[in-house]
């Protein structure tokens, strides 16, 4: 059982009336505002479902649904803002003007919604309750199958039940439990999540911790490579955007083949440096995020970062750092994923990480096809990007991706007019190693060639494109 699950295990839930709510920030209405993420959920939450009835109380064209995992005594739901930390929550504390309120509408009366504040650092990396503030809060249904607003008592959790060291000014995240201490599986619906104000957060800088960085957009920057050979699925890195919109207007993007795998690994690594200091991320005060084309809401991504000299495929948690997700909300259309720390694994240090996995829906088994794009993540130790393209007036030679590779790297070019393009790879004393292009003649537009370096000794290449007799030329190295 993990920390959230333990969350409320032993919590004393009061159960006071209800009064009207004066929270001042609206965290999400699931039509046009969200500050707000969703890092870990015991059930299914669904952020874009059609309002199953309106009323006075919330008219909504949308709301969310949430289906409680009915295997989970205390199943949770934790919401955390984006980039921000909560203002100080005193104020929530004493039960005065001040509310945390939601629209709610539940199948039945009677049913209790706790909540309760932390600390996301201390109650994400040590055991409950570690990181729970003092003061838990309480609101029960009143109609059954109809909107209404629940406005949260606060009461003083109980001995021992709280962490002494998290004051109202160190809040950072908020769980709701629906029904705790039951077991049921029923689907609620949510709306207007309103708390406690928030103070945008800077992230803090030095000591290598890491920051942001671009890993790759499939278009000439790429700071990681991919292991096929630890990789379940399928993975095709140069593709057309298969739906382009304001979401994500990038003419070519990758296709992820998801295999039946129960837990389908998709494996990266950073190209010639590890990992800087993963501390901001472990955080929350940064995030990885990934464009992702979602077909329906409701996926989970998971993001692993970890140390490949010491985890394998069979000994987890052994050498996995720390683990992210996201959860997708769009219906065919692409969306930016942001991603939130949820667990460590194990005591593995938050630096020297060199390898980063990708689950998509994770514990299912069906095979399905998964478009993704600007993949963000935190930086690399002393990279060094290039970028810069080779051209004539006619012809342009991107950077081969990846590089350094071991296995398939794709060599970009474009052509202003008609040509006859060749296309080969020599070694570092000049004998031609690989011939992808001979003499062909290619219309005016982008094209992408394949190389499979597997076949190539480790060492230094050059990669010739040669365009109406002008040769254009790139290096690659082969690891």
Known sequence: MNNFTKLLCTAALATGATQAASAQTLYDNFESTRIVSYPVVEGTLVQNTPN?????????????????????????????PNNARMADVAAYATGGAKRISIKFRSPAVGVTVGAVLQNSTKSNSLPYPA??????????????????????????????????????GDIDQMLFQVA?????????????????????????TGSGLAVRQLYDNYEGTRAIKYIAYKTA?????????????????????????RSTQQYDSFVMQPRGAAIADVTNFKN???????????????????????????????????????????????????????????????????????????????????????????????????????????????AAFAPAFPNPTSGLTQLPFSLQK?????????????????????????????FTAELNAAKLAPGLYTCRLTVDGVALSRPLSVE
């Open 52 to 80: 199953p009835g309106t009323n006075t109380v919330n008219s909504s064209t949308t709301c969310a649904s949430y289906t409680r995992l009915g295997s989970a005594q205390y199943a949770v739901l934790v919401v955390k």
């Open 418 to 446: 008609q040509a006859v393009v060749s296309l080969a790879v020599f070694d570092n004393v000049g004998r031609r190693v690989a011939q992808l292009i001979d003499g062909e003649t290619r219309a005016a537009g982008q």
């Open 233 to 257: 699925g399928g993975l095709k890195i140069d593709t057309l955007n298969n739906a382009v919109s304001t979401a994500n207007p990038s003419a070519h993007v990758a296709r992820y083949t």
């Open 180 to 204: 705790p201490g039951t077991s049921n599986a029923a689907t609620y619906y949510l709306d207007d999540i309103m708390g406690p104000e928030l103070v945008a957060v800077t992230p803090p």
């Open 131 to 168: 990181g729970k503030f003092g003061t838990e809060f309480t609101a029960v249904t009143t109609v059954a199958n109809a909107w209404e607003t629940l406005t949260f008592t606060p009461s003083v959790a109980s001995g021992g039940n709280f962490d002494a060291t998290v004051l109202s």
């Open 284 to 394: 929350n005060t940064l995030h990885m995020t990934l464009k992702v084309f979602s077909t329906t809401p409701g996926t989970v991504y998971q993001i692993t970062l970890q140390d490949s000299t010491v985890a394998g495929a069979t000994n987890y948690p052994a050498g996995r750092n720390s683990e992210y997700t996201a959860t997708t909300t769009a219906t065919n259309a692409w969306e930016t994923l942001s991603f939130n720390f949820v667990n460590a694994p194990s005591g593995t240090p938050n630096t020297g990480l060199n390898e980063i996995v990708l689950l998509v829906a994770p514990n299912t088994t069906a095979r399905r096809k998964i478009y993704m794009d600007d993949f963000f993540g935190p930086s690399l130790v002393g990279f060094v990007s290039a970028t810069r393209t080779v051209q004539t007036t006619s």
